[in-house]
């Protein structure tokens, strides 16, 4: 009997130790995890790269401010991951991710991938915050555990058509007709269809829609019927690598258009396109995400963030910082690891401080960031610059541009 008191009275102890209220164990407790899904390696590594680089940035300024205030100065824990450019490979990221419990993650620049990852999540009940992927349908679907920082495709068109009204009322030569160029995932094909479902509302012929495979090594015809069709402007939704053949190709071509103006162009606000290929990009212009560069916040972490990593704070990047921050206030809202609580207080979330271009950060029912909206970006001497709207600009813009 002596024993079984001895022993008992041991067990009795070490469970004081180490907690019996569902609290993690010695040496986690300070420690809260949330999860990054980018594609790390494959034909998208550089711009998820720039995007994990941009979450690591987010939480080291939240753990050395004292990290999560109401849960005890808790230090913030990155999980990366990588999806490859993979939707089957985000998928079982994001499983991954629920098995190392996570609160949230934050993601996943593919729609192709973001689609199936919060599906993923939303079954998990794992918090997403979607820092980059404009198809429509994410905030569509009815999750309750969703939430999209940036503007949805609708908005992305929407924003262009706006832009190209005011570009035709800022120039003496008026933009009249256009050849839509885009790859041929959901992400291009979807802005795309948009702009030419509206294009008449602006006055804009639109003479071709014209599709093309991201990975294409050659995309000569699209120059060659660009060529033939002659338009004001070319409008493309592109990645990196095809972004810069398009542009390549026209610059060694016979017919320059007037403009060529990106719509949530993966190259022409790529920090990669407009730093290396200074040759060909000069006044190309993107409607697009940013930096707010109007507002000191911004400025000051762009320059740690150049200053880190030894690279420009791109718009992947500042959007990834941002739903970073926006997860993490949620984490700092509900004062729990619960996913639950932190769903709720992300549904409630009302961010005033932030970097972007866009009144405070609100999520409406389906999850969307009801400010969320696109600028007018233009490269100028190997810079990007904001032309418009008007309370954001840091520069007028050069037109014609050709």
Known sequence: MELKKIVFFMLATLLILTGCTGKAQSGEENIVKIGALHPLSGGLANEGQEMRDAARLAV????????????????????????????EKGMSEIQRLDREKVVGVIGAYSSGVTLPATQEAERAGIPFVV?????????????????????????????FLEYF????EMSETPLETVVLVHEDSVFGTSIASLIEKGASDHQIDVLDNIPHAATAADISSTINKINRLKPDAVIATTYLRDGTLLVNGLNQSNFQPKVIIGVANGAFSNTAFINDETDINQHIMDVNYSINPQSELALEVSQKYEDQFNKHMGPNAAY???????????????????????????????????????????????????????????????????????????????????
């Open 131 to 159: 820092d980059i992927a404009t198809v429509e349908e994410v905030t569509e679907r009815g999750f309750k555990y969703t939430f999209r920082v940036q503007p949805p495709a609708s908005m992305m068109a929407e924003n």
């Open 320 to 402: 990834s910082y941002t739903a970073t921050k926006v997860l993490i206030d949620a984490v700092e809202r509900a004062g729990s690891t619960d996913r639950a609580k932190i769903q709720e207080a992300l549904s409630e979330t009302n961010l005033t401080e932030h970097i972007l271009p866009q009144d405070t950060i609100v999520f409406d029912e389906s999850g969307q960031n009801a400010n969320a909206q696109a600028v007018l970006n233009q490269i100028i001497n190997g810079e990007t610059k904001v032309i418009y709207p008007d309370e954001y600009k840091n520069a007028d813009p050069v037109l014609p541009t050709k």
């Open 165 to 168: 009204d005011v570009l035709n």
């Open 60 to 87: 080291k300024e939240v753990n050395e401010a004292g990290g999560i205030k109401s849960l005890g100065g808790a230090k913030v824990e990155l999980i990366e991951a990588d999806h490859e450019g993979a939707p």
